[in-house]
Every structure is written in C-alpha cells, then in structure tokens.
C-alpha cells in the first residue's frame, strides 16, 4: 500500500493522559498535513510541514498539541494532558510539491477517545 | 477570514433523480475549490477542483464568484454515490478549509 498511512488507528485514553500519533506520507511527497475532525464536522486544518519545517502552526489548538517530522519523512502529533474535548479522529495527509502540490492525499485517520 | 458552508447536513434523494450539493463560501482572494468525497470505510479522496473543470462520475461543479457558490451536481444519481461530500477551499498558505459536509443518500 503506498498510501498514506497512520498508526494507531483507534486510540483510548485516560483524560491526563499524553498520546502521540504517526503519519507516514506517500514516499515522494514533502509536503504534510495534520487536520482534526469531530462528529458532524467537516475536518478542521492543524498545521503542516514542508520536508521537515513546520510552516504553519498557528492553527493548533492549544500549547498541549505538538506536531514534529523530524528528517522530512514521517511526521507525529503529540497531545499532552488530554481532555475529553480532544476526543475526535485526527487525520493525515500529504502532498508533493510544485504543479501538484494542490491535491492533499488523506489517511485514514486515528480515532481518540478520551475518557 | 474563510469560510465554507453546506447547508444540508443530509441529502436524500431516489435512484435517477438529479442531485444538487450545495457550497457557499467566503474569502477575500481569488478562491481554488474542491469537492472531496468519502465512502463508507474509506478514506477522503478528492472528487473533483474547479480549476480543471473536469466531470467525475458523473459530477459537476461550477464556481459562481457572483454568488460565491460551488455547488456539486448530477444530473442521475447511482447508489453508489451514497457518501458523504465535503466542499473544501485550498488558500494560498496550503491549508483546506472544509465545509461541515452534506450526506448523500440514494435510495433504490
């Protein structure tokens, strides 16, 4: 599968709790995305990198979420002291740059439950 | 700031029947949209942007500046269309600002 991919799929939790997630992207793509989406709602933006800069990280929710793609490659969402309004499913996408760099390739996300 | 509204949470409609999605925006720039489509147990995936002017599956979208519109159309729906659709704006700092997403049910 060269798709991008995300691990853990689904995650439970104690509120408190530090979790931290993992994109891998489409191997070529340098691009890459964090979006959070609750029930009922359409995915909200989090933050992205370009290799391993992170370019945009003023969409974040709070200083407990973190975001790291340290050599380029795959990136990890941090999340300290979870709360339960954090439930949601996190999602990944990746991009490549250029002509292309318009068409975003999703994962198929990671659900957190926040108890 | 930007923002993309769907106002039908759920769209239900008959086999054959045309089917409009509806997507309204506002953004200061010039607007890049897509529509991107998910599947039961399947990941997003984009349907179709409005610069290509492309029809996928059957569908189409028009972006209307005038009325900041970009609704998604098809003029017969199949059952497998049943999914839920996502009208999304791309800004120049990469990120897609996504509507709360319209579900489409086509029933038999």
Redesign the interface.
Do not use: I, P, S
């Given at each position: 599968d060269t798709g991008v991919s995300q691990n853990p799929r689904h995650k439970i939790t104690k509120r408190g709790q530090n979790v931290t997630f993992r994109c891998d992207p489409i191997s070529e793509h340098n691009r890459l995305y964090w979006y959070r989406q609750t029930l009922g709602q359409g995915p909200e933006f989090l933050t992205y990198f370009q290799n391993e800069a992170q370019l945009e990280k003023s969409r974040l929710l709070s200083d407990r979420f973190s975001a790291e793609r340290p050599k380029g490659s795959f990136s990890t969402l941090e999340i300290q002291r979870t709360e339960q309004g954090d439930s949601a499913m996190y999602l990944c996408a990746s991009s490549s740059n250029g002509q292309g760099a318009w068409e975003q390739y999703f994962g198929p996300g990671t659900r957190l439950t926040v108890t | 700031a930007q923002r993309?509204t769907?106002p039908e949470?759920l769209l239900s409609v008959f086999k054959g029947a045309p089917v409009e999605l509806k997507c309204n925006y506002s953004y200061s720039g010039s607007p890049?949209l897509?529509w991107y489509v998910q599947y039961s147990r399947q990941?997003?995936?984009?349907l179709l942007?409005h610069i290509s002017r492309e029809s996928i599956k059957g569908f189409t979208a028009d972006l209307n500046k005038g009325e900041t519109s970009f609704h998604l159309k098809k003029p017969f729906a199949q059952e497998e269309d049943s999914a839920m659709y996502?009208c999304?704006l791309?800004n120049a700092?990469?990120?897609?600002?996504?509507?709360?997403?319209t579900r489409l049910m086509v029933k038999p």
């Open positions: - | 993309v769907q949470k890049e897509f990941r997003l995936q984009l942007r996502y999304a791309h700092g990469n990120m897609l600002t996504f509507g709360g997403g």
